[in-house]
Antibody, heavy 121, light 107 residues
Framework: QVQVVQSGAEVKKPGASVKVSCKAS????????ISWVRQAPGQGLEWMGW????????NYAQKFQGRVTMTTDTSTSTAYMELRSLRSDDTAVYYC??????????????WGQGTLVTVSS | EIVLTQSPGTLSLSPGERATLSCRAS???????LAWYQQKPGQAPRLLIY???SRAIGIPDRFSGSGSGTDFTLTISRLEPEDFAVYYC?????????FGGGTKVEI
């Protein structure tokens, strides 16, 4: 079945970086995009950006420009999201999701199980 | 960016009742590029509806979506116990993609 499975929880200090992985299976990885969405504790959903595994094109939300890098490894069908210069308000569950389109971000299905990133000194 | 406002914030209903959830956009959502997701506590969101009215694979037909422009609605015709959750709308007509703040459907 189609699924995306994420790496485990992380604890980081302010100023550090975190890299979350998202391994896809059950479909042709390069035929669909990958979007990243985060959810702070008790809060709503926030889209961070999208990447096309087909050609590496990215579309980042302006809020994260300069601080986030999304990449893919087509040999292992894995997507990565690196967030730098972490602050306490980056504490959140980070989700990857298969995007319906390889041309630009649209709707997301399925979602990974989420990766809790805690930023604390 | 397009701001999505969901109402009500909380909907208190009983199993078997009809639920009507609203999502209003600050500007027109092009091509009715709007999706709805369900999220239960401790779980990832699940896609219910895309393109405003198309049901995702495996979603029961008691879930339906409608609307265009700036006003969209998710209707659950008869609430089942497993439908009590938080529902989010999301627009993908323009970047950045944005989500509404959610509507909690509670017993």
């Amino acid at each position: 079945q189609v699924q995306v499975v994420q790496s485990g929880a992380e604890v980081k200090k302010p100023g550090a970086s975190v890299k979350v992985s998202c391994k896809a299976s059950g479909y042709i990885f390069t035929n669909f995009g990958i979007s990243w969405v985060r959810q702070a504790p008790g809060q709503g959903l926030e889209w961070m950006g999208w990447i096309s595994p087909y050609n590496g094109n990215t579309n980042y939300a302006q809020k994260f420009q300069g601080r986030v890098t999304m990449t893919t490894d087509t040999s292992t069908s894995t997507a990565y999201m690196e967030l730098r210069s972490l602050r306490s308000d980056d504490t959140a569950v980070y989700y990857c999701a298969r995007d319906s389109s390889s041309l630009g971000p649209k709707w997301f299905d399925p979602w990974g199980q989420g990766t809790l990133v805690t930023v604390s000194s | 960016e397009i701001v999505l406002t969901q109402s009500p914030g909380t909907l208190s209903l009983s199993p078997g009742e009809r639920a009507t959830l609203s999502c209003r956009a600050s500007q027109s959502v092009s091509s009715s590029y709007l999706a709805w997701y369900q999220q239960k506590p401790g779980q990832a969101p699940r896609l219910l509806i895309y393109d405003a009215s198309s049901r995702a694979i495996g979603i029961p037909d008691r879930f339906s979506g409608s609307g265009s422009g700036t006003d969209f609605t998710l209707t659950i015709s008869r609430l089942e116990p497993e439908d009590f959750a938080v529902y989010y709308c999301q627009q993908y007509g323009s970047s950045p993609l944005t989500f509404g703040g959610g509507t909690k459907v509670e017993i």
